[in-house]
């Protein structure tokens, strides 16, 4: 009975992991701040970040960011860090520097 119970449970528990390790990244208005400020090497509160979407297909987020020197069209492409396209049931994504284009 026991034994039965355990492996109800650890099944369960595989199966949620499995389902949330499917669902694409996804970087909000903070990270994706810090990122462009790291990369021009600004504060974060010197950038301003809008107009957020993400192309699930290519697993691309595009976003815009005001700085001190301008106003950019960045990109950001995920690299998964798995096999057969999915994310680790951790969740383990890497995320490729931001890629900006001056407006």
């Not at 026991?2 to 208005?29: E, H, M, Q, Y």
Request: with cysteine; hydrophobic share 40%.
């Amino acid at each position: 009975m026991k034994t039965s119970l355990v492996l109800a449970l650890v099944s369960t528990l595989i199966v949620t992991i499995s389902g949330c390790a499917s669902v694409p990244p996804k970087l909000d208005a903070p990270h994706l701040q810090k990122i462009t400020a790291d990369k021009f090497g600004y504060s974060p509160t010197q950038v301003h970040i809008s107009d957020i979407h993400q192309n699930n297909a290519t697993d691309t987020i595009y976003y815009l960011a005001d700085t001190p020197k301008g106003r950019y069209a960045c990109n950001i492409i995920t690299k998964r860090n798995v096999a057969g396209g999915v994310t680790t049931a951790l969740g383990s994504i890497a995320f490729a520097d931001a890629s900006c284009q001056k407006q």
